[in-house]
């Protein structure tokens, strides 16, 4: 089992960037970090929750068409950090961003799908003007 803490949200002006980070708080059991698929999402206000970007143990991605060429996930296994780098932000990027994790054992980008996280951290707000 694993719990997620997000940092880095916060107001910048449209066009402008951010580096969302995600780490594991506290790990217990036999969880490996560096095997499950970590991704990103959001909520907008007055929306449904949305899958943005994951990426599973093989460093493969994938990323809501919304997003493509804007936003990327690195993922640092030796800082057990994933990140989330937010560029050419615009107004309607504005939400509380969720870090999440699957929670598998061992996870690939062709064998998940949004559906498959279930360990949420407790989000970070940002907020384009």
């Known amino acids: 089992h694993v719990q997620l803490v997000e940092s880095g949200g916060g107001s910048v002006q449209a066009g402008g960037s951010l580096r969302l980070s995600c780490l594991p708080a506290?790990?217990?059991?036999?969880?490996?970090?560096?095997?499950?698929?970590m991704g990103w999402f959001r909520q907008a206000p007055g929306k449904e929750r949305e899958g943005v970007a994951f990426?599973?143990?093989?460093?493969?991605?994938e990323y809501a068409d919304s997003v493509k060429g804007r936003f990327t996930i690195p993922k640092d296994n030796t800082k057990a950090t994933m990140y989330l780098q937010v560029n050419s932000l615009k107004s309607e990027d504005t939400a509380i961003y969720y870090c999440?994790?699957?929670?598998?054992?061992?996870?690939?980008?062709?064998?998940?799908?949004?559906?498959?996280?279930?360990?949420w951290g407790q989000g970070t707000q940002v907020t384009v003007s």
């Open positions: 999440a994790a699957a929670g598998a054992r061992y996870c690939t980008v062709s064998g998940a799908s949004w559906d498959s996280f279930r360990i």
């Open positions: 990426i599973d143990s093989n460093a493969n991605t």
């Open positions: 506290k790990i217990t059991g036999s969880y490996s970090y560096s095997r499950d698929c």
